[in-house]
Structures are given as structure tokens and as C-alpha cells.
């Protein structure tokens, strides 16, 4: 079976950091796209940023450039998703989306693309 999990999420204050896991479960070899987005309270989601496995390339939304960060270990089919300087507006439901052999865009990152949805996880961040 397939799986997707996020966990990292919680209550942080502005200012403070938070990284962000997605776990891949139920995928068989080693190439696969994985894509973070965020749905914050009554508004639409937003996509955050792209990673393909095994070689790495990111793709990034330019809005979400600067502030956030994604990593992976492959070994584990773990891709983190690294928040530094948090602000309220950054207050969101964030989900993890993946698909094998998807090898990310570089001109965007398409939820539409992802086979696999988490089930999300809450950050909230105080002012």
C-alpha cells in the first residue's frame, strides 16, 4: 500500500523555524517526485516546492523562494521541508504529494502532477 505522511507540524511563534517530514511508504525503487503545498485558512492551496529523487533538483514557487528549503534522505524516502523565519500568514494546513517516476518541472509545481496526497499537517505560527 501506498503511503504519504507528513508530521512535523505545531505552534511556533513569528520568527521561529519549523521543518516539515514526508515519508514515502509502498514505493518501489528510488525515483520519485515529491511536492509540498500549503492550504491556509479560507483560501485556496498553494503550491511551496519540488523535489525529485534520486539526483535532487528542486523546483520552487518564486513566492515561496528564500524562506523555505527542502532536503531529502533517499535511504529513508524522506523529503523535509525546512521553514525559517515563519510569520503568521504562513499559517496553513501544509500537505506532501508524490509520484513515482516524476521527475519535477522546472517551470512550476503542479499539484495536478501528484498521484499520492498525505494527510496533511497543521502549523500555526502566533504573532
Known amino acids: 500500500e501506498v503511503q504519504v505522511v507528513e508530521s512535523g507540524g505545531g505552534f511556533v511563534h513569528t520568527g521561529e523555524s519549523v521543518r516539515l517530514s514526508c515519508t514515502l511508504s509502498g514505493f518501489t525503487g528510488d525515483s520519485w517526485g515529491v511536492g509540498w503545498f500549503r492550504q491556509a485558512p479560507g483560501k485556496e492551496r498553494e503550491a511551496i516546492a519540488c523535489l525529485s529523487s534520486p539526483d535532487g533538483t528542486t523546483t520552487y514557487t518564486d513566492s515561496m523562494k528564500g524562506r523555505f528549503t527542502l532536503s531529502s534522505d533517499n535511504a529513508k524516502k524522506t523529503v523535509y521541508l525546512q521553514m525559517d523565519n515563519l510569520k503568521p500568514e504562513d499559517t496553513a494546513v501544509y500537505y506532501c504529494?508524490?509520484?513515482?517516476?516524476?521527475?519535477?518541472?522546472?517551470?512550476?509545481?503542479?499539484?495536478?502532477?501528484?498521484?499520492?496526497w498525505g494527510q496533511g499537517t497543521l502549523v500555526t505560527v502566533s504573532q
Open positions: 504529494a508524490a509520484r513515482p517516476f516524476y521527475l519535477c518541472s522546472a517551470y512550476g509545481v503542479f499539484a495536478e502532477a501528484m498521484h499520492y
